[in-house]
């Protein structure tokens, strides 16, 4: 009952948001008119749905630069004028004033928990909380020196194979608990393969723990010794995860929407994100960003050197941490997380001389026509590592934090494609550009 009032809600929004304004497109001499869509913000498209079966006619645009694949209600990014807000609440907001559980309820569910809901859904996470105990021996089977984003994604797939009902299609009424799961036990998976890779032994949760506080404690805490933990340490984890819990229609998003148009489970749907997020150049970067800085504190530069070495693209060198596809200002989750670095750092009486360095390549770029010109600004990753490093965070954990922040993201996503009626499997098509046809050679005629 209530997935088809909000199907019906949807439907009457989709009616709305086609206007009766059109766009046309002239084609050998014949004018087609195409719907124009218009977003809650102003944001416009061309509707071009049926532009091939009217015209014989694709659209091409290699790397989706100027493609909106869906529509959606959940979050919302200005990239001329650097404003994010989930579910249209602004980030600076959620960042001084919630928490990483409630945000992830927000983006899910599309409104901030009251007291009741938000004891519901942390209560969720903590009897999910556990992996079954057999999952265990899979950890087993991965090498010391895994990349943790690897086993993650791994355990992630092979944890599905525990849950017999995900084997049927998608329900609804089994969504909250499979959400809750997911989100609860991917930071258990994180936390296990962290201390397999040191050969330590497994922390289990600890249900007394909030979300954040449970992940350092299986982290850092020994059998013999419980970790310490310092309020603005867990504050600062919480807010890494919480910046990074949606960001529209990026690389693993969509990637977790493809997987889900073809109704598989949010299991499968979450471990590509993982596979999609590890790359240098989307969730990879803040890893990248620490070893070119420590690469840049080793050769003893000031940061000079490395901005011109950049600037020469022969180099292959890019600043890592800087740059954005959508944010053409600065990314107001890197303004954040610039500022927590300060503090976090004061708080804990460290200095650390990357973020010196930091600091100089963000001056030097921005005072620079290379970036200037371009308009590249400090991203997400660019401060969240020294961050993280201040935590005692391992550098190939970082991007694993990236994941446990975004799964709200993939989950609310995955949501919209499994309860939208509209919904078809993501098929894009191609212009081929290889041979034309030609006979089969037998392989002794080949040269
Ligand atoms: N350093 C130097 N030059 C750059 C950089 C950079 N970080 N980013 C873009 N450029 C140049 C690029 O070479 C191109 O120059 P030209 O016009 O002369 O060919 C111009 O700026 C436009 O760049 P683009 O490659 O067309 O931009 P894109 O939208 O395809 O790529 C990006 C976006 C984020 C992949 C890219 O900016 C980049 O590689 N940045 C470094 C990696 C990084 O920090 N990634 C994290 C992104 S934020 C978190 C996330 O979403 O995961």
Redesign the pocket.
Known sequence: MRLMMWQAAEQTRNQRLRMNKTAKLEIDGKVYELPIVIGTEGERAIDISTLRRDTGYITLDD?Y?NTGSCLSRITFIDGEKGILRYRGIPIEDLAHNSTFVEVAYLIIYGELPNQKQLKRFSDLLTQNENLHEDMKFHFEGFPYNAHPMAILSSMINASSCFYLDLRGPYDPKRFEVEAARIISQVRTIAAFSYRKSLGLPIIYPKPTNKYTANFLHMMFSEPYQEYPLQPEVVRALDLIFLLHAD?EQ??STATTRFIASSQANLFACAAAGVCA?WG????G?NQ??IEMLQQILETGDDGSKFITE??D?KSGK????????VYKHY?PRAKIIKQRCDQLLKVLHREDPLLDIAKRLEQAALNDS??IE?K?YP????YSGIIMRAIGIPLEMFTVI?AIGRMPGWIANCREIMESSDSRIYRPRQIYMGQTERPYVPIEERT
């Open positions: 790397g630069a960001h990026n690389c997020l240098p150049l989307h969730g970067a990248a960003v950049v600037k693209k890019k600043l890592m941490g800087f740059g954005h596809r990314d290379y970036f371009r590249l991203n997400v990753d660019f990236f």
